[in-house]
């Protein structure tokens, strides 16, 4: 089974696709990085010198090569899901399921101030208040891709091992 766990950049994906991979005994992969590994670059340099056009296309085509694989917990990219025919690319690919991990938008203000700098979308906000209202913009109009997953878990006030926990209660 493929597991594929979507939300906005901030919501964890990576740190819990980490831990329930150890758990289930399964692979890890999280797609910027896989991203970075073919391109050898960064998601920055990418954004930076290609263009976030070029990036979507380069996702969807590395989510191809993703799909199908077994015992596999994959971290989507926060926009991965809303771009060309990713979300339908994620639901129909047999053996596997999407997990949104949801959190609301206080939550992932918290989480992203500090690493803002790290983020391309984000970097050049320079408040809390202008990050709160690019996170709500986005998660608003994201959020019909997001709502479309397998398996919903809210995510705020839960320690990252209570999202594991709930996670595996869901799915098994």
Known sequence: MTLFLVGY??????????KLA????????????????KENTSIKVIFETKGEIYFRKIESLYLKELVGIKNTVVSLGGGTPCYGNNNNLILESENSLSIYLKASIQTLSDRLFEEKSKRPLIAHLETKNELSEFIGKHVFERSPFYE????IIKTDGLSEDEVVDHLIFKLF
Do not use: F
């Open 148 to 151: 479309n997953s397998t398996t």
């Open 22 to 37: 150890r758990i289930l005994e399964y692979n890890y992969i999280d797609l910027d990085s896989y991203i970075e590994e």
């Open 9 to 18: 950049m901030g919501s964890g994906k990576s740190v819990i696709g980490k």
